[in-house]
Every structure is written in C-alpha cells, then in structure tokens.
C-alpha cells in the first residue's frame, strides 16, 4: 500500500489525460506538463486525490481475503488447488463489494480538473470523495464500468436517457 504514495500522482494524470478526450482538450499531454497543470492548480494535495478511498478499498479487499482464506485453512484439510480456488473466489466477491470506492477514487481524481469531464453539467462539483460516493450511490452509476461483459444500467438512468432523446 506504500507504494499508492509513490504512484498517486501518474494515476491522476492518468485519469485526467483519458478524460480529457471528453472535450477534446489537450491539457494533460505530457507527463511533466500535467504534473505541473494539477500542482498550479490544485496544489500539491491535487496529486494525491482519490487515494484514501484507494487505500481503504485495497485494504478491505485485503482483508476479506485474508479472512476467507485463513478460515478454510482452519476448518479444512488444505488442498493447494482449493486454496487458489477459495482465493480466487474471495478477491472476485472482495473486488465487486468494494468497486464502488474505486470508482469514487478515480472520478475523484479527475473532479476539479480544467476539463469539460470534470465541470458541470457533465459532473457535478464534489466538496469531497464520500459525496461523490454517495451521489454514485443515489444515481444508481455506483457499479458502472465494473463488468466487461455485463452492463449495470440503472433504471433511473435510462428512463432520464430515454425522456432527454425525445426532447
């Protein structure tokens, strides 16, 4: 998790220069010219936004893995091959739980950005990363992105798409 620290700073950038495709800026082309857009900007606390949700969102998946694999390590005889199995298993419940504050910390990373991402009336202005997480929540967008394979489309949602095409 030490690591988050060392790294922060390029996934922010890395996240500002996908959205920045929204708007067609090219604000966040070079490495060391976006490092020096987020620090004029937002200073240096601008290079470490969205890490506590990333941390606690590492450190719970951590933990739910540890926790599943040490009780079937207790209470079974220990096939390795099981031993992957219950892992496996475990990470892929322990991912999809705590998506959600992933999600919030990678939109966080982009929120405040000189983008069109990151303004209104694309998304709205967050005072910090538990009211985006809560209005992800509420919008039902909480899981968006989340599947490769599935689509989570919340009802709400395709309702406002729906009633904004036939305008």
Do not use: C
């Amino acid at each position: 998790m030490v690591y988050q620290l060392f790294v922060s700073f390029f996934q922010v950038v890395a996240f500002r220069s996908m959205a920045q495709f929204v708007g067609g800026e090219h604000i966040y082309d070079s490495v060391v010219g976006a490092l020096q857009e987020v620090i004029n900007t937002e200073g240096v606390a601008g290079l470490y936004k969205g890490l506590f949700p990333m941390w606690y969102s590492y450190v719970s998946i951590t933990g739910v893995m540890y926790v599943a694999v040490f009780s079937y390590a207790s209470y079974n005889n220990v096939n390795p091959y099981n031993l992957k199995l219950v892992t496996a298993v475990a990470g892929a419940i322990a991912n999809s739980f705590f998506y959600p504050l992933k999600l919030a910390a990678r939109v966080f990373a982009v929120s405040g950005a000189r983008l069109a991402a990151a303004r209104p009336p694309r998304m709205p202005s967050f005072a910090n990363w538990r009211d985006l997480h809560n209005y992800l929540i509420a919008t039902g967008d909480s899981k968006r992105g989340s599947s490769m394979i599935f689509r989570n489309i919340p009802i709400k949602g395709v309702t406002q798409r729906l009633s904004l095409r036939s305008n």
